[in-house]
C-alpha cells in the first residue's frame, strides 16, 4: 500500500490496527493481502476411493 | 442569511469521550493527533442532559431540541405489529435534524451511523444507518445488508463490502486492548469477543466514513462513533487504578482495554484530519462523559437504562478549521448547542424555539446571529422520511390495542405486553427527567402523576415527583408523598428480605450489584426539610444517603449548604471540596468553600475561590459580594467598592451590598455623594424582618412569645388582654392585629421584633416586608379541647362531643394559609410541634434560634416551657 507521501507500507497478514486506522483504502489493501496469501497456498487435491 | 463561516463542516461524535481519559494520554504523547487538534483549535466541556441515554442525546445534538420535541424517548420502541419492541429508529423522531435543514437549503450531507438513524433517511447526500455495522450471524453464513441500511440505493453495494466482521478481528488487533490475551479461555469468558466486536464496529464506521469524505462531495458530514462508549461499559471498572473487591486477575487482562480504545480513536482521528482541507471545519464531541475513578459507581441501580449511572455530566467539545481560535477554552457548552453552533457555522438562522445557544466564545471575530421562529414551519422537501412511515410508536402501539379489543387481532403474548407496557412507562419517565433538567416542571408533574398513579410501585416515579413537588414549593403535597414513598420502601425492602437466594440473584444480574438502591427518599426528604428550615434534620437525611452514594454533586452541595446555615465550617469545606471533585468548575461549589474560608478568617484563600466561581460564572453577584468581604478584610477597600459594585449591578436590590458601599464611601473613601446614593437606597427599600408566631389559638402561640421573650428577643406586646388561668403567663399579643384585614399601619412597630398573629390573618400581610413566621402544630383534637374548655364548655370535652364541623373548617383554613406561605418567596416559616417542645424542648429552641438568626439564652428559654402547662393532652393509640 502506497501513502499519500509515496512511502511503501508493508502489509501484515494479520493486519494491524494502523491498517483499520486507514479506513477503506487500508482495509482494503489488508483484505488484498489476505487474498493474495490464498492464492499462493497450494490447492490440496481430494483423495477418490478406489 | 448571516455569513458562512466555513465551506464545510465535519462533526464527529464519541460516544462517552471524557476529557478525564483523555488529558492523561495527551500527556504521556499517546493521544498526538488530539494533543494537536487542541492547540490549533478550541476545546472545553460540554453538559449533557438528564436522562443521559444516548439516543435522545445525540437527537438532541442534531436538532438542538429536548426529547419532548424530538420524539426520541429511550433505547427501544414498540414494533408497528405490537409484537415485541425494536430498537429506536428514525421514523419515530418528529423534527428536522441538521441534515434535514441542510437540504432544504440545498447542501449536501453524508451522514454515518448516528444514533438513531435507521431506516436512512432520503437527504441530498448520503446516509449510512446506525444498523450498518451490526453481524448477526457468523460471516460464513453471509452478511446481508437490510434495505434501507443506506441512502441511495445505489452506494449500498460499495458500502456493504467497506464492513469488517467481528470474526475478521485478529490477535494482532487484539494485542494492544488485552496484551494477556492468549491467558484467556474465550469458551468461559466472553469478553474478548465483546471487545473484538466493538472495534469491528469501529472500524466499519471508519471505513465507510472515510470513503465518503474523499469520495464525495459534502458540505456538511456527521460520523458517530459508539465504541469508546461500549469499552468503557464493558472494561472502566478494569481501568487504572486497581479498585478494593475486584478480582486483581481480571484487572491485569483488562485494564489496558479503555485506553486502547482511545488511543485507536486517535489513530482513526489522524487519517480522517488528513483528509479535511483548509476550508473545513471540525467539530468533535461526545454527549457525556464516563466516571473513570473513584467516581466510578460500585452498584447499578435495579433500573432499566442502569449503565447510564456509569456516564458523568460533562462531555468533550473541540472545534478546529477557519475562524476558529487557537488554544482557547471554551465554557458553558451543552449538547443543545451543537446545531445551532452548525447552523451558525453554514450562516443560516438559529430557531428562536431552540434552547442552546452558538458557541460563538470558539469563533476568532463576532458574527451577526439571525433567528427564525421555526425551522419545523419551513415548508418544503427535506429529507426527511415520507409522512406515512413516520410514526409515533407508542400511538400506533394504542392503535394496535384498539384493534385487539375490538377483536380484529390476536392479542401478542402477556410477557410481551407486559414488556410493551413497562417500556412505555420508561419512556414517559425518560420524557418527564428531560422536561425537569429542562425547568419545565410543571409538564413534568402532568407526566409523573399519571406515571405515579399507574405504576404505584415503582419508587423512582415517586421520588421524581417529589422533587418536582418540591421545586414548585408545594411542601404540603411533597412531605405527602415522601411519607407515602416511605412506606412503600418499607415493603419493598420487606419482600426482598423474605426472597430466596435464587430470587434475589435473579434480581440482582450485574456482578458489581452489592447493595440497593441508595435511599434517594431521605435525599429529597432532606432537600425538604431545608425549605422547613430544618437543617439539622435536613443534615441527618443528606448524611444517610452519602453512606450510599459517594459521588454526588448535587448532594455534596447540599450538604455545604446546610453544614453553613449550621456555622460548621469545617464540614462545609469538606463538603464543597467533594462537590469539586465531581465537578471542579462549579461555581457555586467554589463560591461556598471560598465562603467557608472566609468565615474562618482565611480571606486570601477565600478569594481564590471566589475568584474561581466568577470565572466559571461571571454574573454570580453573591461571589462578588463576598470578594468585597474578603477585600474589607485585607484592607483594600477600594477594591472592595468595586466588588459590591458589580454585586449589585446583578442583584440591584441586594442591600446588603449597599450598606458595606453606604459605610465605606461615608467613612472610608470620602466620596458623599456616593455615599448618600446608597443611604437613600437603603431606606426607601430595605424591607425589614418581622418574626411572626402563628397558629391556631390554643396551639402554643402564647408559650412561644413567652420563650422568645425569655431568649432575649424583642417582642412586640400591649399585654391589653391579662393572664387568667388558661394562661397564666401571659397571652402576649398586640391588639392592633385583630384589625390586620383593615389596618396595616402598626406594622413598623413590629420592625426587628416578634408579633403574634393567628393563622387566619397571616394572608393579610403585606408584601413590603420579609416574615419569619414560627408556625405551631398542635394534635387538632387537643386544639378543640382547649379551646372548648377555654369557652366554658367543659361538657363538650368530657362527653367527647367534638363539634367535627369546626375541626374540618380549622383544617381548611390551614391548607389555605400553607398554600400561602408556599407561594410567598419573602415568607419563611418553620413549623414547630407543640408536643415537641415539651418534650424535647432543647432541639426545638436550638432550630428556632438558628431559624430566626438568635443567640438566645437556651437556658431561659427552657425555664418557660412548662409540662404542667401541657394539660389536654389526648392520647393516641
Redesign the interface.
Known amino acids: 500500500m502506497t501513502e499519500k507521501k509515496n512511502k511503501k507500507m508493508d502489509i501484515p497478514l494479520e493486519g494491524s490496527l494502523g491498517l483499520l486506522a486507514y479506513g477503506d483504502l487500508g482495509l482494503k489493501a489488508w483484505r488484498a493481502k489476505i487474498k493474495e496469501e490464498e492464492k499462493k497456498k497450494p490447492v490440496k487435491k481430494e483423495k477418490k476411493d478406489e | 442569511m448571516s455569513k458562512r463561516m466555513a465551506k464545510k463542516v465535519l462533526l464527529i461524535g464519541w460516544d462517552a469521550a471524557d476529557w478525564k481519559v483523555i488529558y492523561p494520554l495527551i500527556n504521556e504523547g499517546k493521544m498526538p493527533t488530539l494533543a494537536k487538534f487542541l492547540a490549533e483549535g478550541t476545546h472545553g466541556k460540554i453538559k449533557t442532559l438528564d436522562p443521559p441515554l444516548s439516543p435522545m442525546l445525540w437527537t438532541s445534538m442534531a436538532t438542538g431540541y429536548r426529547a419532548d420535541k424530538h420524539g426520541i424517548t429511550g433505547f427501544v420502541e414498540p414494533l408497528a405489529d405490537n409484537s415485541n419492541l425494536r430498537p429506536v429508529t428514525s421514523t419515530s423522531r418528529k423534527v428536522k435534524a441538521i441534515w434535514n435543514i441542510l437540504h432544504q437549503e440545498g447542501m449536501k450531507s453524508n451522514v454515518v451511523g448516528w444514533w438513531p438513524s435507521n431506516p436512512a433517511e432520503p437527504i441530498n447526500g448520503v446516509m449510512v444507518s446506525n444498523l450498518y455495522q451490526q453481524a448477526h450471524k457468523p460471516i460464513e453464513k453471509g452478511w446481508d445488508m437490510p434495505d434501507g441500511t443506506v441512502h441511495p440505493e445505489e452506494m449500498a453495494d460499495t458500502l456493504k463490502e467497506?464492513r469488517?466482521h467481528p470474526s475478521?478481528i485478529?490477535?494482532?488487533?487484539m494485542l494492544?486492548f488485552i496484551p494477556k490475551l492468549k491467558e484467556i479461555e474465550v469458551e468461559n469468558d466472553k469478553r474478548p469477543v465483546s471487545i473484538a466486536k466493538i472495534?469491528a464496529h469501529a472500524?466499519s464506521i471508519?471505513?465507510?466514513?472515510?470513503?465518503l469524505q474523499?469520495e464525495t462531495e459534502w458540505d456538511f458530514m456527521a460520523v458517530y462513533h459508539d465504541a469508546i462508549d461500549h469499552f468503557s461499559h464493558a472494561c472502566m471498572k478494569f481501568h487504572p487504578p486497581y479498585r478494593k473487591g475486584l478480582p486483581k486477575e481480571l484487572f491485569e487482562k483488562y485494564k489496558d482495554v479503555v485506553n486502547a480504545g482511545y488511543m485507536?480513536h486517535d489513530?482513526?482521528l489522524?487519517?480522517?484530519l488528513?483528509m479535511v482541507d483548509d476550508d473545513t471545519i471540525v467539530m468533535l464531541v461526545s454527549d457525556h462523559g464516563f466516571h473513570s475513578d473513584h467516581l466510578r459507581p460500585k452498584y447499578l441501580v435495579k433500573e432499566p437504562a442502569a449503565p447510564a449511572q456509569e456516564h458523568s455530566p460533562y462531555g468533550i467539545v473541540c472545534l478546529k478549521g477557519p475562524g476558529i481560535k487557537k488554544g482557547e477554552i471554551i465554557h458553558g457548552a451543552s449538547v443543545l448547542d451543537v446545531t445551532p453552533t452548525l447552523l451558525t457555522l453554514f450562516g443560516l438562522p438559529i430557531g428562536e424555539n431552540m434552547e442552546g445557544k452558538p458557541l460563538v466564545q470558539a469563533f476568532e471575530e463576532p458574527v451577526e446571529i439571525k433567528t427564525i421562529k421555526d425551522w419545523e414551519k419551513v415548508e418544503g422537501e427535506c429529507g426527511m422520511h415520507p409522512d406515512d412511515l413516520q410514526e409515533d410508536p407508542w400511538a400506533a402501539q394504542e392503535a394496535m390495542e384498539q384493534l385487539v379489543e375490538l377483536g380484529y387481532i390476536e392479542a401478542p403474548d402477556e410477557n410481551i405486553a407486559e414488556r410493551i407496557n413497562s417500556t412505555k412507562q420508561e419512556s414517559k419517565y425518560y420524557v418527564a427527567r428531560n422536561l425537569i433538567d429542562g425547568n419545565k416542571t410543571d409538564k413534568a408533574i402532568e407526566l409523573l402523576e399519571e406515571l405515579v398513579e399507574d405504576n404505584p410501585r415503582e419508587i423512582r416515579y415517586g421520588q421524581r415527583l417529589a422533587q418536582c413537588y418540591l421545586k414548585k414549593r408545594k411542601f404540603a403535597k411533597c412531605k405527602e408523598l415522601i411519607e407515602k414513598l416511605k412506606e412503600l420502601q418499607v415493603i419493598l425492602e420487606k419482600e426482598e428480605a423474605e426472597m430466596t437466594d435464587e430470587e434475589r440473584e435473579k434480581k440482582n444480574k450485574q456482578w458489581m450489584r452489592e447493595i440497593e438502591l441508595p435511599n434517594y427518599i431521605d435525599y429529597v426528604e432532606g432537600q425538604l426539610l431545608m425549605h422547613l428550615n430544618r437543617p439539622k434534620k435536613a443534615l441527618q437525611c443528606f448524611k444517610k444517603v452519602e453512606e450510599k452514594v459517594p459521588n454526588s454533586f448535587d448532594l455534596f452541595v447540599n450538604i455545604g449548604k446546610v453544614c453553613i446555615l449550621r456555622h460548621r465550617w469545617e464540614d462545609a469545606k469538606d463538603a464543597y471540596i467533594k462537590a469539586l471533585s465531581v465537578d471542579d468548575t462549579s461555581a457555586i461549589a467554589h463560591h461556598g468553600l471560598g465562603l467557608c474560608f472566609l468565615r474562618t478568617n482565611q480571606p486570601e484563600e477565600a478569594l481564590e475561590e471566589f475568584f474561581l466561581a466568577i470565572e466559571s460564572n461571571y454574573t454570580l453577584a453573591n461571589a462578588h459580594y463576598h470578594i468585597g468581604e474578603a477585600l474589607v478584610k485585607l484592607d483594600k477597600l477600594q477594591e472592595a467598592a468595586q466588588a459590591f459594585e458589580v454585586a449589585i449591578s446583578f442583584t440591584p436590590g441586594m442591600t446588603k451590598a449597599h450598606k458595606w458601599l453606604a459605610d465605606l464611601y461615608e467613612n472610608e473613601l470620602n466620596d458623599t455623594d456616593k455615599a448618600k446614593e446608597h443611604l437613600n437606597f437603603l431606606e426607601n427599600n430595605i424591607r425589614g424582618e418581622i418574626v411572626i408566631v402563628s397558629g391556631l389559638p390554643r396551639s402554643g402561640t402564647s408559650m412561644m412569645m413567652q420563650i422568645l421573650d425569655a431568649a432575649g428577643f424583642p417582642v412586640l406586646t400591649d399585654k391589653v388582654r391579662e393572664p387568667d388561668n388558661n394562661n397564666p403567663k401571659g397571652y402576649y399579643e398586640f391588639e392592633p392585629v385583630k384589625k390586620l384585614m383593615v389596618d396595616k399601619s402598626w406594622l413598623p412597630e413590629a420592625k426587628g421584633k416578634s408579633v403574634k398573629i393567628i393563622a387566619q390573618l397571616l394572608p393579610f400581610l403585606p408584601a413590603n416586608y420579609n416574615y419569619k413566621i414560627i408556625f405551631m402544630r398542635r394534635d387538632m383534637d387537643e386544639v378543640l379541647q382547649s379551646q372548648q374548655i377555654m369557652l366554658g364548655k367543659e361538657t363538650d370535652v368530657k362527653s367527647k362531643a367534638f363539634p367535627m364541623g369546626l375541626s374540618s373548617a380549622f383544617k381548611k383554613q390551614l391548607g389555605k394559609v400553607e398554600d400561602w406561605v408556599d407561594s410567598q418567596p419573602h415568607v419563611d416559616i418553620l413549623d414547630v410541634n407543640y408536643t415537641d417542645v415539651v418534650n424535647n424542648p432543647k432541639e426545638e429552641l436550638e432550630s428556632i434560634l438558628h431559624f430566626i438568626n438568635f443567640d438566645g439564652n437556651i437556658e431561659e428559654m427552657e425555664k418557660v416551657v412548662d409540662k404542667s402547662l401541657y394539660r389536654n393532652q389526648i392520647e393516641k393509640n
Open positions: 467497506l469488517v475478521e485478529t490477535g494482532q488487533h494492544p472495534l472500524a471508519h471505513s465507510a466514513s472515510t470513503y474523499r485507536f489513530m482513526m489522524e487519517r480522517t488528513q
